[in-house]
């Protein structure tokens, strides 16, 4: 047997295996996992490196309304480039629906900004932003039908927040149809309670967007938010988790059998409050909702992520750029941390981070890192087996790790559209050296080889299917 690509002398890493084989491709898909395969039009040299599922990062928002003023700084092809740079082989960015808008007319003008600008392969989410008798009646159940199997919620922002019975009623649509809901939680009056409070004391540097959304604040959200998906008996994904007083209300939720699934991300493993605390607005780079909590807060967040109370491991990336008054800079910002751009990038650093910090350091083990960042997101979305994992007859989605390499993540590294990274000089050992996406190689060796247009959106299953 001949195939297109022979990947040998690696070690073959999956979220439950660890073995010495060669991967033989074929159609963009694994044809063979085995030794002394034969011949191939290319073989490529994996001798010292882990041969992993490519990432998966299921919390992406890019070319996403932001408010007045306001670009944010990725759009498809700058967001997908830094992704398969930073290891990934898929990424779920959000579709807004803006307040009025139909969902399906925000379906199509999202896609019209993504054809022939991927690098590597999208699926959508949904974003309910104005639940009403059209949406929920007739437009979500026929998108979910059409793969567009997950839709998040907002219990924060305005605009986006949604009352509790808006919430319930959003979720006897997730009940009804099979797909998967994703929740930001957050109490929002209480975070306007405490920003009129501040403004009025004069706190309204960068450092005070923390202070306004202190962890009661999540915690509280995300009881309300399990209670809900309870009484209407729905599967829930809390996203973006960044303390032990919010995993501790999942992990009883978990314990009581409900099906409560939740994220975790970087930023709440390696950055603290006090970055925040930049000179004049330096600490904007940080600001991101939740924010970034304290060291007893990392910690909690690596427990979490260690006994699987957080099956999943996402970038939030929420690119803007920093020396822009359409970004970071926004005049108002200046005026209160209440109209800085919220979110930071970093889907280029999430598995570095990860990995070095993780797997190098003996926090978790490779098989865990691989569930975590690419086969747990496929499983949860829709998308597996065909991705998140190298099987026979799945996609040939692989990345090459070097886990000795040593590197600093710099801005110029990450090939994402800000102009910062939250992340800079930050030390990491263990890096993606090669990253293919259907069998068609996109990085390799620090440049990019592949072609925009190789990207394409995935279909996915319900999350009951």
């Known amino acids: 047997m001949s195939y297109d690509t022979i ?49 998966i990062d299921s919390h992406v928002h890019i070319a996403q309304p932001s408010g007045p003023g306001i670009i944010m700084a990725d759009g498809f092809e700058s967001c997908t480039r830094s992704a398969a740079f930073g290891g990934n082989t898929t990424i779920l960015p959000f579709c807004l629906q803006e307040s009025g808008q139909s969902l399906r007319q925000a379906v199509t003008d999202y896609h019209a900004k993504a054809d022939g600008q991927c690098h590597i392969d999208v699926s959508f989410h949904l974003i309910i932003s104005d639940p009403n008798e059209q949406v929920l009646g007739q437009e979500l159940p026929a998108l979910v039908k059409d793969g567009y199997s997950s839709f998040k919620v907002f219990m924060t922002y305005d605009g986006l927040a949604l009352t509790d019975i808006q919430i319930l009623e959003t979720m006897a649509v997730a ?51 399990i209670t809900l998906a309870e009484l209407m008996d729905v599967p ?111 889907v280029a650093a999430r598995l570095p981070i990860l990995f070095s910090e993780g797997v190098s350091k003996g926090r978790i083990d490779i098989n865990t890192f691989v569930a975590v960042t690419a086969t747990n997101h496929a499983k949860t979305y829709g998308l597996y087996p065909q991705k998140g994992t190298i099987a026979v007859g799945g996609d040939a989605d692989i990345v090459l790790w070097d886990p000795r390499r040593e590197e600093t993540i710099t801005n110029a590294n990450q090939q994402h559209g800000a102009d910062y990274t939250p992340y800079e000089g930050f030390a990491v050992t263990g890096w993606p050296v090669l990253t293919m996406v259907r069998g068609r190689t996109v990085v390799r060796d620090g440049v990019l080889v592949g072609d925009k247009r190789h990207g394409r959106h995935m279909a996915r299953a319900t999350h009951r299917a």
């Open 7 to 55: 990947i040998s002398g690696g070690t073959v890493v999956t979220a439950s295996d660890t073995i010495r084989c060669d991967v033989g491709i074929r159609a963009g898909r694994v044809a063979t996992l085995g030794l002394d395969l034969g011949e191939a039009a290319e073989t490529i040299d994996a001798t010292g490196l882990y041969v992993v599922p490519g990432g």
């Open 236 to 346: 829930l994904v809390v996203v973006h988790v960044s303390n032990g007083e919010a995993r501790d209300e999942i992990a009883r939720a978990q314990a009581k059998g409900l099906n409560i699934m939740a994220e975790t991300c970087p930023q709440y493993l390696v950055l603290t409050e006090d970055d925040m605390k930049g000179l004049n607005m330096e600490g904007a780079k940080y600001v991101c909702s939740p924010p970034p909590r304290d060291k007893a807060s990392q910690v909690a967040c690596w427990e979490g992520l260690k006994s699987g109370v957080f099956s999943l491991f996402s970038s939030d990336h929420c690119p803007f750029r920093y020396d822009d008054e359409a970004g970071k800079l926004l005049p108002k910002g200046r005026t209160s941390f209440r109209w800085v751009p919220n979110g930071i990038p970093g």
């Open 175 to 225: 009940r009804e149809t099979g797909a998967l809901m994703m929740i930001h939680a957050e109490n929002y009056d209480a975070i306007r309670f405490l920003t009129a409070q501040l403004e009025r004391k004069g706190d309204t540097a960068p450092f005070f967007h923390g202070k306004s959304r202190p962890i009661p604040v999540e915690r509280e959200a995300t009881h309300r938010a």
